[in-house]
């Protein structure tokens, strides 16, 4: 599991900058600190179906794939339910090649956990799959679907993903995510956002490699407004929100958190989340 050298190392060593290490931190990260800060950071995005992480935050995928971060994106299921007339296995096939063309454009790597679409279960045997998955990649970051939500699979995956960083000491980042804002994802209070009008081209081109479900249509009715109503709130043009999970604890900031960057927006370093570079 990602621990504190590493994400104060991240954060300690302004990393964009000097690759300088906290001082106190020297000695731990002797072994491991020029392959941690070559690699970065180890961002994971958890949906409960194909194309949720690529609509709920693809454009911060994007923007930390292009910074050189590592990407993982986990699916909780293959997508099963979601092709009307096709049985399950034909439609996993189908979603699960869209989901590659679609990370591709991001960047990104997929995992699939396994469940199956509309039927997503919260046991025992499945906290531990699900928990040894999320461990397996060491994340850094781990985006969740907000669990206020109506579909049952996005529940279980963000209940999933927060049992995971429970068990893992706290041991990354988390933070939420919302979908269909005010149709799946309810009370939904945004503490963060990112601008992500440098790459919604390529979000929308992830999107649109889900052509089982007719992305013309849930793009332009869905995820245009929403990202364009959370650029109003952030002041960009395209934004997507983000809860943080923990705020008190965190480590790291968003980028585009504006009292820890003094009410103006600094160039992006290596880490989105880091604003100790200038
Ligand atoms: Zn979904």
């Not at 149709?183 to 081109?205: A, L, M, W, Y």
């Not at 013309?216 to 809860?243: D, I, K, N, T, W």
Request: proline letters at 5%.
């Amino acid at each position: 599991m990602a621990n504190i050298s590493r994400r104060a190392a991240l954060q300690g060593a302004g990393v964009c900058t000097a690759g300088i290490v906290a001082p106190g931190l020297a000695s731990q990260l002797v072994n491991d600190k020029t392959a941690e800060h070559n690699r970065g950071l180890k961002i994971v995005a958890v949906g409960a179906h194909p194309d949720d992480p690529e609509s709920s935050c693809g454009g911060t995928i994007a923007r930390y794939s292009d910074l050189g971060h590592q990407v993982v994106v986990v699916y909780l299921t293959r997508g099963e339910a979601g092709i009307p007339g096709k049985s399950k296995s034909e439609a996993a096939l189908i979603r699960s090649a869209e989901v590659q063309r679609a990370c591709a454009i991001l960047k990104a790597r997929p995992v699939f956990v396994g469940q199956v679409d509309a039927h997503a279960e919260i046991t025992d045997k499945h906290y531990q799959e699900f928990r040894s998955i999320v461990e397996g990649e060491k994340p850094d970051v781990v985006f969740a679907p907000w669990p206020i939500d109506s579909h049952r699979d996005h529940r279980a995956a963000s209940l999933l993903t927060y049992d995971a960083w429970e068990k893992s000491g706290k041991g990354f980042e988390l933070s939420y995510t919302e979908v269909d804002l005010g149709g799946q994802t309810n009370n939904f209070q945004p503490t963060d956002f990112v601008d992500i009008s440098s790459v919604v081209e390529r979000k929308k081109q992830a999107c649109f490699a889900h052509e089982s479900q007719n992305p013309p249509s849930f793009y332009v009715r869905y995820h245009e407004p929403m990202q364009r109503f959370r650029g109003l709130e952030h002041g960009c043009q395209v934004a997507e929100a983000f809860v943080r999970g923990f705020r008190a604890q965190s480590a790291v900031v968003f980028p585009d958190d504006r009292a820890a960057n003094g009410w103006s927006f600094k160039p992006l370093c290596r880490s989105l989340w880091t604003t100790t570079c200038s």
